[in-house]
Nanobody
Framework: QVQLVESGGGLVQAGGSLRLSCVASGTIRSMNTMGWYRQAAGIQRELVATVTWLGSTTYADSVKGRFTVSRDNAKNTVYLQMNNLKPEDTAVFYC?????????WGQGTQVTVSS
């Protein structure tokens, strides 16, 4: 089993920055993919960014150029640096870890961007 704990959410003004962190614990298999998804009120959960074990990244079009995902395999940690935040980025951000058919989620951290 894998547990994921997010931190770093909060309230920020438009144009500001936040850095999210997610630490994985438990039985961590190598060659996994970690990443971030978000869910705004009344909207389905959507992909924000992912990073593979070897460092390949993917981003939603809406965050390209503003968000950067990275990971530290030795620490089983994934990060999301969010710059130039916009009110439409307001959502609960969830950490995710995938390995083969196994899919794990964190509890989520709230990010609120005021205009």
């Amino acid at each position: 089993q894998v547990q994921l704990v997010e931190s770093g959410g909060g309230l920020v003004q438009a144009g500001g920055s936040l850095r999210l962190s997610c630490v994985a614990s438990g039985t961590i298999r190598s060659m996994n993919t970690m990443g971030w998804y978000r869910q705004a009120a009344g909207i389905q959960r959507e992909l924000v960014a992912t990073v593979t074990w070897l460092g390949s990244t993917t981003y939603a079009d809406s965050v390209k150029g503003r968000f950067t995902v990275s990971r530290d395999n030795a620490k089983n940690t994934v990060y999301l640096q969010m710059n130039n935040l916009k009110p439409e980025d307001t959502a609960v951000f969830y950490c995710n870890l995938r390995h083969l058919t196994n899919n794990y989620w964190g509890q989520g951290t709230q990010v609120t961007v005021s205009s």
